[in-house]
Nanobody
């Protein structure tokens, strides 16, 4: 059974920081790409960042570049998203997903990246508000 479980969301003030975690099971991070995605109320799900399985390369949506950092620990089967300088527009449900074709790219500012991904976690809510 292939599963992904997100954690680390919460309420934070503008300018604050949060670190999200995604623990995976049933597959290895060495070969498959993991992406972070978010969906705000009334909006479509959008790609935020991804990390390649074999390459370890990271890509980011322009709106978060320089503020968010994605990393992974293969031994712990865990992927992280460090979010700093958070803004109210970052408020959303955040999901991690896996692509078993190991596709990770910022092509088109990650538009439509989610359709490439195969399995998803249940999500964790991030709210940025004063």
């Amino acid at each position: 059974q292939q599963n992904l479980v997100e954690s680390g969301g919460g309420l934070v003030r503008p300018g604050g920081s949060l670190t999200l975690s995604c623990v995976v099971s049933g597959f290895t991070l060495n070969y498959y790409s993991i992406g972070w995605f978010r969906q705000a109320p009334g909006k479509e799900r959008e790609g935020v960042s991804c990390i390649g399985g074999t390459s370890g390369s990271t890509f980011y949506k322009k709106a978060v570049k320089g503020r968010f950092t994605m990393s992974k620990d293969n031994a712990k089967n865990t992927v992280y998203l460090d979010m700093t300088s958070l803004k109210p527009e970052d408020t959303a449900e955040y999901y991690c997903g896996v692509d078993f074709e190991d596709y990770c790219s910022d092509l088109g500012d990650m538009a439509g990246l989610d359709v490439m991904y195969d399995r998803w976690g249940q999500g964790t809510q991030v709210t940025v508000s004063s």
